[in-house]
């Protein structure tokens, strides 16, 4: 590989994407196809909640269906990724080098915040993959701090493809699929607006600097992720949204690639 691979953050949407991603799965496919092809993916979940940082290091990581009250044909969707056991020990050693406890975890494998959007980036399953989790009682710079532990992966070939949401209020869905609402819109324009212009500060005291936080993120787990992907991509890289658009009235679908400046 010439030279590091960006790391990604994308909003992965509700299950339903898994059978019809339409034209999100559109994007998500055009965006595996423009990147070299990864040695393997450093998936960091926001449906994976742990008190330290830990890694999924089976070699066939089973297809997690977390989520209730869908039709079973989605209960039987199956995504027989293989395992990255390397990756996941690799990570690991650059956490604990870092100063950051994680450890692997033999046991946990591809929850949907993984395997949905992966649906679309790898239909044929054959990239390898090891999740990483998030700690939803630690802060965003927390993430920062173990996404710049793992930069070194990007120079080994490694895609980190962070997956939550720029929004995530579910108790204010509209399942007709309406208009998003004024304060979602906001809090996704500020968003991009302190990425692109590097207002890293803002970022990480996004609680308090960003326009309808806590109704934007009433629990922090689905934003915690895009810190993971902006520690990594190292403090000279420039933010860019590659994609902008919103589900179910306020659930922002927004997506961004952090890369060194050309």
């Known amino acids: 590989m010439t030279q590091p691979l960006p790391t990604l953050f994308i909003s992965h949407g509700a299950p ?10 559109d994007f998500w496919r055009a965006l595996a196809e423009s990147l070299p092809r990864p040695s393997a993916v450093l998936a960091v979940s926001a449906h994976w909640f742990t008190d330290l940082p830990l890694v999924a290091s089976t070699d066939k990581p089973e297809t997690i269906h977390d ?18 056991p390397e990756l996941a020990a ?33 239909p044929e ?21 173990i996404g710049a532990a793992l930069a070194p992966l990007r120079e080994e ?34 968003l991009g607006e302190a990425l692109e212009a ?13 326009p309808n936080a806590r109704r934007a993120h009433p629990s922090p787990e689905h934003f915690l992720p895009l810190f993971v992907a902006l520690g ?9 949204r590659i994609h902008r658009g919103f589900s179910l009235g306020g659930l922002s679908m927004s997506a961004f690639r952090f890369a060194a400046a050309a």
Do not use: C
């Open 16 to 25: 339903p994407l898994a059978l019809a991603p339409g034209a999100i799965g």
């Open 67 to 84: 989520f209730y009250g869908f039709p079973d044909e989605f209960y039987r969707i199956a995504y027989p990724a293989p395992g990255a």
């Open 90 to 122: 690799r990570a690991v050693e650059l956490m604990r080098a870092a100063g950051i406890p994680a450890a692997a975890d033999p046991n946990y494998g591809l929850d949907h915040g993984a395997w949905v959007p992966l649906r679309s980036f790898y």
């Open 157 to 190: 070939g490694v895609l980190i493809l962070a997956t939550g949401g720029a929004t995530h209020n579910l108790r204010e869905l509209d399942p007709r699929g309406g208009a998003p609402p004024q304060w979602a819109e906001a809090f996704d324009d500020w």
């Open 198 to 210: 590097g207002r890293l500060e803002d970022l990480l005291d996004w609680q308090t600097k960003a």
């Open 232 to 240: 990594a991509a190292g403090e000279a890289a420039k933010a860019e």
């Open 125 to 145: 399953a054959d990239v390898k993959v090891a999740q990483l989790s998030v700690q939803p009682v630690r802060d965003a710079r927390w993430h920062y701090r």
